[in-house]
């Protein structure tokens, strides 16, 4: 799967933008074949969603695109830094809603929802994760997740990912493409391209062709994974930080110094053991390398796009394109 489309984040600090983001996510349902009444849930989920965060959000965004691992489905991410859920048990049961909405509440959302995930601490904020599809059916558990943000007032990120699931295991690529605008934009994206041609093939492999690949381009830092059930094989070139992390700590994999390419050592591959129930994260060095799984209680064991938006929240940099990947163990 690559990422075709940027993450274009919505401010809610207008109350106007409700309607806007509303409009996105019935087009993205109605393309995608949602019936009538599907369509109906997706437009009353997301307003109720997006007034809550224009009602009680600090530095509240919201992100409305296709869904990454399920074709034809639509994902909400909602992320703020707000006064947080105290009592979430109580937020989920019927009857108790934000004053001046809808009132259907978060149970009710989350029950239009196919799937849904919350992650919230009091005094940190909230993250809310939404996917739809249009026949409303259940679908098996998510395990890869990737999200995008450009530097300031960027209309494009020089990052980019992708990923393949042949069964067995997940390969991801993250290429942080050098400097920021559409020549890091563009050296991203050929990675992407060179990594699809043979997206199940070792990372060492695979790191070989991007480094071969990427002369014609400004060429960035790249790392490969391999997910499985019980191991993750890892290489790196450049500063694309890969952890393994669980709820007792992480575990760092290494990269090599240099810039695909252009210049660095020849690949080498890493393999590490997966604990049960860890988390592969992969991410650009727009996220401090200096989070610490210990100040995010709960969290891994979340899905994989509420433990991305979460770091990318607290542990990402304004002043940087950045983008986090996340992958949990395989079946």
Same mark, same amino acid.
């Given at each position: ?8 984040? !919505?401010?809610? @600090?207008? *109350? ?10 019935v087009a993205l349902a109605t393309a995608s074949g949602f019936d009538q009444n599907h369509t109906g849930q997706v437009a009353v989920a997301v307003t109720e969603a997006v007034s809550n965060l224009v009602k009680h959000a !600090?530095?509240? +965004? ?14 909400? !991410?909602?992320?703020? =830094? ?8 109580? @937020? ?5 809603? #934000? ?18 995930? &919350?992650?919230? +601490?009091?005094?940190?904020? $909230? ?5 739809? #599809? *249009? ?5 098996? *558990? ?7 943000? *450009?530097?300031? /007032? ?17 390969? &991801? ?14 050296? %991203? ?7 699809? /041609? ?11 062709r991007l480094h071969r690949g990427l002369g014609h381009t400004r060429g960035g830092a790249v790392a490969v994974v391999r997910v499985g059930r019980e191991s993750v094989m890892f290489a790196g070139l450049g500063n694309i ?29 890493? /393999? ?15 996220? $401090? ?5 210990? %100040? ?9 796009? +509420? +433990? ?16 986090? !990947?996340?992958? =949990?163990?395989?079946?």
């Open positions: 799967m690559t990422h075709r489309y940027e993450d274009v984040w !919505v401010s809610t @600090a207008d *109350p106007s933008v409700i309607g806007g983001v509303r409009r996105t996510a !600090v530095d509240g +965004v919201v992100l409305v695109r296709p869904h990454l691992e399920r074709p034809g489905a639509v994902e909400l !991410v909602a992320v703020d =830094k707000g006064p947080g859920i105290a009592d979430l048990g109580r @937020a989920l049961r019927d009857g108790y809603s #934000t004053s001046g909405t809808l009132g259907i509440g978060l149970g009710a959302i989350a029950r239009m929802a196919t799937g849904w995930d &919350v992650y919230s +601490v009091p005094g940190r904020g $909230t993250v809310l994760v939404l996917h739809f #599809t *249009p026949d409303g059916l259940p679908d098996p *558990p998510l395990r890869v997740s990737g999200l995008r943000r *450009p530097i300031g /007032e960027e209309s494009v990120c020089g990052d980019a990912f992708a990923f393949a699931d042949d069964g067995d295991a997940i390969s &991801v690529l993250v290429c942080d493409g050098l400097g920021h605008g559409g020549l890091a934009a563009h050296a %991203s994206r050929e990675a992407v391209r060179i990594f699809m /041609e043979d997206p199940h093939a070792l990372p060492v492999a695979a790191l070989e930080s890969g952890w393994i992390a669980h709820a007792e700590g992480r575990q760092g994999m290494i990269s090599l110094p240099g810039i695909a390419g252009h210049k660095g050592r020849r690949p080498r591959q890493y /393999e590490y053991a997966l604990p049960p129930h860890a988390t592969v994260v992969l991410h650009s060095d727009g996220l $401090t390398d200096r989070w610490d799984p210990a %100040s995010f209680p709960g969290l891994f064991a979340h899905s994989p796009a +509420v +433990v991305g938006a979460t770091l990318l929240r607290d542990a990402g940099s304004r002043r940087d394109d950045a983008c986090v !990947v996340t992958v =949990k163990q395989g079946r």
